[in-house]
């Protein structure tokens, strides 16, 4: 929103895109309603899960799920639990929609394994015009250590290490051969 709100563009177009619309609406449609309300002039286009900004600028919820982006323009784009969205959204649809503004992409999400956002974060560790940053759960203080314990305790070893910890090593649930592959990593 405040990309939005600053962007000196003729009629910015900004889009936060989940695995599906649902989901996008889910986790972020009242997120965006609730912090954009004290904005003078700011228009809220349910049908569209869209957000308005008096200077013509739109924040658009979107999901990977339909071909929706194709042939859109956008200054930016925040993805969602990447590990959902397959790479082929980005590659063949999006970046052409950023490539016509020279827009920017955040990838963001828990990670899944060394899939999507995984590759994404070790790449862009190698490359300076990138931020990279890996948040775990026991370093980042933004959750009590109470609280740590209680997920631990109810997600399991494996999940809470893999969802929480960010340890890429863990195996998902249910996985044939699960603590086995664990323990020999």
Same mark, same amino acid.
């Given at each position: ?34 912090? $954009? /309300? ?7 286009? &349910?049908?569209? !899960?869209? #957000?308005?900004?008096? *200077? ?20 930016? #784009? ?19 929609? =950023? ?10 999400? #828990? !990670?899944?394994?060394?899939? *999507? !956002?995984? /590759? /994404? ?17 026991? &370093? $980042? ?10 997920? /631990?305790? $109810?997600?399991?070893? $494996?999940?809470? =290490? !893999?969802?929480? &910890? ?7 649930? *249910? ?7 664990? &323990?020999?990593?």
């Amino acid at each position: 929103q405040k990309r939005a709100i600053e962007c000196t563009r003729n009629q910015p177009r900004f889009a936060y895109m989940a695995p599906t619309r649902v989901r996008a609406k889910d986790i972020a449609w009242q997120y965006l309603k609730e912090y $954009s /309300k004290d904005i003078p002039g700011r228009r809220i286009i &349910e049908s569209e !899960l869209a #957000i308005e900004y008096p *200077n013509g600028a739109r924040v658009t919820l979107y999901g990977a799920d339909n071909d929706r982006g194709m042939g859109l323009y956008l200054d930016g #784009i925040v993805y969602d639990e990447c590990d959902e969205i397959p790479p082929y959204v980005h590659t063949d649809i999006i970046s052409a929609a =950023l490539a016509d503004r020279q827009g920017w992409a955040v990838w963001m999400g #828990i !990670l899944r394994g060394r899939h *999507n !956002l995984w /590759k /994404k974060y070790e790449s862009a560790k190698q490359d300076p015009t990138y931020l990279a940053m890996l948040l775990r759960a026991s &370093e $980042s203080g933004i959750l009590p250590d109470e609280e740590l314990t209680l997920l /631990k305790n $109810s997600m399991g070893e $494996s999940a809470y =290490l !893999l969802q929480m &910890e960010c340890n890429v090593n863990m195996s998902l649930a *249910n996985a044939i051969y699960g603590p086995q592959m664990n &323990e020999v990593r």
